[in-house]
């Protein structure tokens, strides 16, 4: 199987401003990947050179469909970088998702209404579609810019921190969300995130970022108390609790076996 | 003075006075709205100032060209220089807009002081701009700018949602978000320019942000954002006009003071809805 992401020695930074160098990593149709490391490690730096925002500054990275065209890219961003002064609907939100497909100068058509509705219902928001999209809770937005992603009809989903500052159940909700988006819809996802937990128990390969620290496997090989202690320059234990990953600081481990 | 007599006066003797800041009002509450959800309300101030200096610009023999073309040329390459600067992060965006707020307020007194054959009183009432004597003329440019900027925005309505929105996901999709913001930094520059030229900077600045303000308290529909902005754009105009005829107030603040006082109202009926 052809990789459709494929990073090959590459130097990746803005303008000359190098943040990771030696890059080398691809992603399979269908993968799971989970991205994760210290703020300010590079980890939206590579998601950035995916997006095809900047350029590697050296090295080569190649994005591209199992057919040879460009890839179509779903990308959900953190919720604090949009803003929320006027009061769009979710329908309205959702919308944007087919905005490059409707095409400049026309307007949305039968199919983007469509595909508008079904990407709805695929989140599960499809009840929510009149309400403005700045009075829903933290989860119920993260969903609607998953539905939004899904108008684009992706080949990849990448999520940057996903699930940051949510409760526990809207965490849980949203990770099988996207679960589902990878298993059923045979989506291949990518998602950053800081939260070792979230990442370690439902990607199947992970890359740990960190400029003079790029390692990229299976969880069980690369998710090792010796790698996260180096990464995180502190120490870092793993440890296993009712089938689940879980990651503590060293020292902390009360009651995980 | 009566009603009627001031509505036959306004009509018959001062038509553009009432058509202009009409639309003055109607293209300043529709960008305005785009303006106040891109927290860029102190842009609308900086271009009116810069609108000015343009507008003193023209006193110098260096600069000879017509008033409007001047405040046009000198508004534009500020909104280009403008809308770069904007996206850097060295420098906080307020502290941006600030410095040019200041330098054209400092630039324009200076150039007066030393604007050859000029009255001062002149430059005065060119400056602060004057709905009653606005002539056909100014109307009809600027009746062309607010088509040209009302069939920009129909056509990219997209793009300018999309990019006030969210530009970093835009971007992903293959927007470019430098030139749409250059675009609509543009048009919002042509607008105020010739705007700031007919009715004055403390019309236009107020126009940008107050009746933008009335349609937000009042709505949680976008559009129905936009139509209440631009029916405060219509409505105050009317009513400060008349108000200033029968009261002997000038133009400008009291058509600017209506509108106040249907963001006031506006506040007071969503206090009481939420209630």
Redesign the interface.
């Known amino acids: 199987m052809e990789p459709i992401i494929e990073f090959k020695n590459a130097t990746l930074g803005y303008g000359q401003k190098v943040v990771l160098s030696g890059i080398s990593f691809s992603v399979l149709p269908g993968e799971y990947l989970g991205l994760v490391g210290p703020n300010g490690a590079g980890k939206t730096t590579i998601v950035r050179t995916i997006?095809?925002?900047i350029p590697p500054i050296a090295g080569e990275v190649r994005v591209r469909s199992a057919s040879g065209s460009a890839l179509r890219?779903g990308?959900v961003?953190q919720r604090d970088?949009?803003?929320y002064?006027?009061?769009?609907?979710v329908r309205?939100?959702v919308m944007?998702?087919r905005?490059?497909k409707?095409g400049?100068?026309r307007r949305p058509g039968p199919k983007d209404r469509d595909v508008v509705k079904q990407s709805l219902a695929h989140a599960a928001v499809d009840g929510l579609a009149e309400r403005?999209f700045r009075d829903l809770s933290g989860g119920q937005k993260q969903r609607v810019l998953i539905a939004?992603a899904l108008a684009?009809q992706p080949e990849v989903l990448i999520l940057d921190e996903p699930t940051n500052g949510m409760d526990l159940p809207s965490r849980i909700s949203v990770l099988d969300l996207i679960n589902e988006l990878h298993q059923g819809g045979k989506l291949t996802v990518i998602m950053i995130s800081h939260l070792l937990d979230d990442v370690a128990n439902h990607v199947r390969r992970i890359a740990l970022v960190e400029p003079n620290f790029f390692q990229i496997g299976h969880v069980d090989e690369v998710l090792t108390a010796k790698n996260l202690s180096t990464l995180y320059q502190m120490p870092v234990d793993v440890h296993q609790m009712h089938g689940s990953k879980i990651i503590l600081p060293g020292g902390r481990s009360h009651g995980a076996q | 003075m009566e009603l009627s007599e001031i509505v036959t006066t306004v009509v018959q003797d001062f038509p553009y006075a009432l058509y202009g800041s009409i639309l003055v009002g109607v293209i300043c509450a529709f960008i305005g709205?785009y303006i106040?959800?891109?927290?860029v309300v102190f842009f609308g101030a900086v271009l009116t100032q810069v609108s000015v200096l343009g507008l003193a610009m023209t006193f110098l023999p260096f600069f000879a060209l017509p008033h409007a073309v001047g405040t046009l040329v000198v508004t534009l390459a500020s909104a280009v220089v403008l809308s770069r600067m904007l996206t850097g992060r060295k420098i906080p965006r307020d502290a941006v807009l600030g410095f040019v707020f200041v330098s054209s307020i400092a630039a324009r007194i200076l150039i007066l002081q030393k604007a050859p054959k000029v009255e001062a009183s002149e430059i005065e009432n060119l400056l602060r701009g004057d709905i009653l004597f606005v002539t056909p003329d100014i109307f009809f440019m600027m009746l062309g700018a607010f088509v040209a900027a009302a069939v920009i925005h129909l056509?990219?309505f997209?793009?300018f949602?999309?990019i006030?929105?969210?530009p970093?996901?835009?971007?992903?999709?293959?927007?470019n978000a430098r030139i749409w913001d250059l675009v609509f930094y543009l048009v919002a520059g042509v607008v105020i320019s010739f705007a700031t030229h007919m009715v004055g900077d403390l019309f236009v600045f107020g126009f940008l942000v107050v009746p933008a303000m009335a349609g937000?308290l009042l709505s949680?529909?976008?559009n129905a954002?936009f139509a209440i902005a631009v029916a405060t754009g219509v409505v105050a105009p009317i009513l400060g006009l008349f108000l200033a005829f029968r009261y002997d107030f000038p133009a400008s603040p009291a058509i600017v003071a209506v509108a106040c006082a249907i963001v006031g109202i506006a506040w007071l009926a969503s206090l009481i809805r939420h209630k």
Not at chain 1, 85 to 89: A, G, I, M, N
């Open positions: 997006l095809g925002s890219i990308y961003p970088t949009i803003d002064v006027l009061p769009y609907t309205e939100v944007m998702g905005y490059r409707i400049l100068l403005p939004r684009t | 709205v106040v959800a891109r927290r056509l990219f997209k793009e949602t999309y006030s929105f969210d970093e996901t835009a971007r992903t999709q293959g927007f937000m949680r529909k976008v954002i």
